[in-house]
């Protein structure tokens, strides 16, 4: 049967309260038998962590603050996260970390410390990065040159940019493109910027409840979807379905060691 990744779902959010379980069940029937679940803030680390606990073997937690949700006491949170992760085995990453400017700025040098502070953690505790990056890709590229040496690995989740931002991404070796449902959008400019991509850097992704696949757009996303991003990802690539979920099921084991 044909085995999938989802590389990043929010399914522990509220969106999911009513049918959780059932979300998890309907995914491992449509072949996506294992989610990994990236942590965004402190409140969404407890439900994440239960729900590893609830699902063992198939939901796999990260642990990182996400860059819209630097508070004014973001260093006492990340200081709690880093304990967190020192001591509490099985995170498989250290995520979602980034930039994000698209909303706001004003608090782009706190986001650049936050980001910087937690590359630092995944180096020290050789884990991989998750990487979010929205009107930042200036900002992300010269910072992960200022880290090159330390090489990094990890993924550039939800990567929507251009042959030339993605040639640049893949510059850092042990780095994978995260491509979710916008590769199904009639509008998207992804299947261009994949043209040079080797199947073997991408992972595939829901960013659920975020940004559902065709035929699915508008609706909640969930991680039973990730066969219609295959089916895009198998098209453009000029491959079978199967061939794509070998290759970045393999691609996932291999970077979160799954």
Not at 4 to 18: G, K, L, Q, S, W
Not at 79 to 89: A, I, W
Not at 161 to 185: D, M, P, Q, R, W
Request: hydrophobic share 40%; net charge negative.
């Amino acid at each position: 049967m044909i085995e999938f990744v989802d590389t990043h779902t929010h399914i522990f959010e509220p969106e999911f309260a009513e049918d959780r379980a059932a979300a998890v069940e309907r995914a491992v029937d449509a072949g996506v038998k294992t989610l990994c679940l990236p942590c965004i803030n402190e409140s969404s680390l407890e439900r994440m962590d239960e729900m590893c606990r609830e699902f063992p073997g198939i939901c796999h937690a990260m642990i990182g603050l996400h860059p819209t949700e630097l508070g004014d006491d973001y260093l006492s949170v990340l200081d709690m996260f880093y304990r967190r992760l020192k001591s509490v085995p099985g995170y498989i990453a250290v995520g979602e970390v980034g930039i994000d400017l698209y909303w706001d700025d004003s608090r782009k040098d706190e986001q650049i410390d936050a980001f910087c502070r937690q590359i630092d953690w995944a180096h020290e505790m050789n884990l991989p990065l998750v990487i979010h990056s929205r009107n930042a890709f200036d900002e992300l590229y010269a910072i992960m040159e200022s880290n090159r040496s330390k090489n990094l690995r990890g993924v550039f989740h939800c990567f929507s940019g251009t042959e030339e931002e993605a040639e640049k991404l893949l510059s850092f070796n042990g780095f994978y493109l995260g491509i979710g449902g916008v590769v199904t959008y009639k509008k998207s400019t992804l299947p261009e910027a994949l043209a040079a991509v080797p199947l073997e850097r991408i992972l595939l992704e829901t960013d659920s409840p975020y940004l559902a696949p065709v035929p699915k757009r508008g609706k909640r996303n969930e991680s039973s979807y990730i066969p219609y991003i295959a089916e895009k990802v198998a098209e453009l690539y000029g491959c079978t379905v199967e061939h794509v979920a070998a290759v970045t099921t393999d691609n996932a084991r291999r970077l979160f060691g799954l």
